[in-house]
């Protein structure tokens, strides 16, 4: 409790499939999900193994929290050695799928080896089967899920499944659940793909119980109540969703803008949430068709859009004129934003496609805005490009480049192992806007300083859920900070690190902490789960969780040389907005963190530091 | 005054707390497959619409059952667990689905609104679930469309 105590092991290679009883003593000292699923990779797989070969493995792992009534109670991580970075990979997602993993009765499903063909794994309660996937390979995420659905006369399984581009190798692959929620970063759905496994799909009816029934409802409670009265999870995110940030961030002079060349954008308020709400000029009617919440969710940040069935993107395209996964704040920027496209459909359109074949929209959106300062640059042409005229603003360029990374198209697959790869390709390596080979998000660390160090220590390379320092240097949770200033950043940072890899653990979504502390969290945790949960605890578990990932990747090959930036955001300078003249300060913050980490000046955690968290 | 659970899916969010709230109230777990609210997922339309067993007045579940294990109690079916024989009937006999055979205890489950305090509506954070007056439901929806009411002169094309 909450733990089902259950994992099961299934060996691709030879097709086996075994249930084995969750280690508990881990699950005390890293918790689950995150935490839990990467202790179990770190201890099973060589650091160096190559990602894409089958000695590596896959697990999908969810919290003690998970499928509880704890709200946001959704969330499950796909842990895996990212082909990407080849870090750490640990990819979080929502939806309906990992609660029903726990109500089939097991916390977490590691997949070894890979199958002769392709398969799909089935999950019904006890009854567990590979089946064969020969006729989905090619298959989109949309056809995968009807398909399985209508295979086994069951629409109530909750399916996760990769695209096309994670069966042709393409880094960018995601594993998209329940239509349009995504595990999104590092590659995991390539990895899926190596080992030929194109689905997950599960249907439980076994019920979850908690510790203490009493106390849990009370703590749920008390934490629901906090989370409608606070203006970001009980206002903001509901009405506008994360692209809420899209006005805020450009007003701060945050906002990435052409491949991070300016950091403000003259049409952030063309694809800003609010936007979404607007009347389209077109047909009159908002982007938006209504917000949705994953399971268990009281906030519902989730955007469900309509694209105008008259827009260039899908004219003549019946299948994507309905209601489906519409624009995030941060997909919102990399194709937006960053490729300089202020045509809200468009957007929604490439969203879609995103969804659809399971790519990370993130990654997606900012390697076409790589690829779109190659071609101003002369770097590339119309001809190197497939006829794509790659300019900068172009909506056309934007969907026809994204259309080439679902199809695999030659130019398409370039696009499709990412901006790192694609701009060291074309010998202009300076051009990607990436953090060990992983493209960054949407806050620009010339305005917002603290997010550079962010970047640069995640440790799945570039990344803005790691540390989410945006929440105190812009909207002042839990206390504002200068934004434009590093001091204190070193602090700042590795407490929302440990804090959040401890929330990334529990089975509860992050957005929760806008509003909640650990103390909110802890006595949910205590009430569900054996063995005392305490705030202390909770970031005790998030340090030892960080240093753990810190070791793999170091273990692995990946030197504390590469915890830096893009030149770009270290030399030049903000040209407009409150930042101007400024670059992102990493080298004033990167020695203090690494002593407040208990860490060498090289970057490396020192012996007590490592046995302090019985890592050693 | 009679309340009933007065449900609007413009409200729903999809995020299920209703069925997480229902089957711990009723089964001490979490359990969404032994709800007795089910929300329904219309994804390409963008709608979730909650639904459950309405409290017929001239309930057919009740008048088709052979050992008369379902009994009206202020308005509220109640299945008997103790009677029930689990033989089905009123699972055909529902014209809406809302009663159903539970493998696990061999019995039908149906709503009963838990006593006068149903769990689906206090954990729904939207209230597309109430509990409410059930001869002034609509009032609410009646002010919103009484509040657009224009008998003002059309503005003609």
Known sequence: MSWTGKILRVNLTDGSITEEPLNMEWAQQYLGQRGLGTKYLVEEIDPKVDPLSPDNKLIFATGPLTGTGASTSARYSVITKSPLTGCVACSNSGGYFGPELKYAGYDMIIFEGKAPNPVYLLVEDDNVELVDASDLWGKSVWETDAAIKEKHQEPLLHIATIGHPGEYGALLSAVVNDGHRAAGRSGVGTVMGSKNLKAVAVHGTKGLKVKDPEAFVAAVNAGKKVLAENAVTGEALPTYGTNVLMNIINEIGALPTRNAREVQFEGANEISGEAMHRPRRSDGKPNLVTNQGCFGCTIACGRVSKIDPTHFSVKDKPQYHIASGGVEYENAWSLGADCGVDDLEALTYCNYRCNEHAMDPISVGATVAAAMELYEEGVIDKEETGGIELKFGSAEALCAAVDAMCEGTEFGKKLAMGSKRLCEHYGRPELSMTVKGQEFPAYDPRGIQGMGLTYATSNRGACHLRSYTVASEVLGIPEKTDPLTTDGKAALVKAFQDATAAVDSSGLCIFTTFAWTLEDIAPQIDAACEGEWTAERLLEVGERIWNMERKFNLDAGITPDQDTLPKRLLKDAAKTGPAKGLVNGLDKMLPEYYALRGWTPDGVPTEQTLQRFGLA | ?157
């Open chain 2, 1 to 157: 005054m009679e309340l009933a659970l007065v449900i609007d899916p413009d409200k729903c969010t999809g995020c299920r707390q209703c069925e997480l709230a229902c089957s711990f109230r009723h089964t001490g777990a979490y359990n969404p497959s032994r709800s007795r609210i089910v929300v329904f997922d219309f994804h390409t339309k963008g709608r979730f619409v909650p639904y459950t067993c309405t409290q017929c007045d001239q309930a057919w579940c009740q008048q088709v059952c052979p050992v008369e294990a379902i009994t009206n109690e202020n308005g509220i079916k109640v299945v008997n667990e103790a009677i029930c024989v689990g033989c089905k009937v009123c699972t055909i006999a529902c014209p809406f689905g809302t009663v159903n055979y539970d493998p696990q205890s061999g019995k039908v489950i149906k709503c009963d609104l838990c006593d006068g305090e149903p769990a689906c509506a206090e954990a729904c954070p939207t209230e597309a679930i109430v509990f409410t007056d059930i001869a002034v439901q609509g009032y609410e929806k009646m002010r919103e469309w009484a509040e657009r009411t224009d008998t003002g002169p059309q503005a003609s094309a």
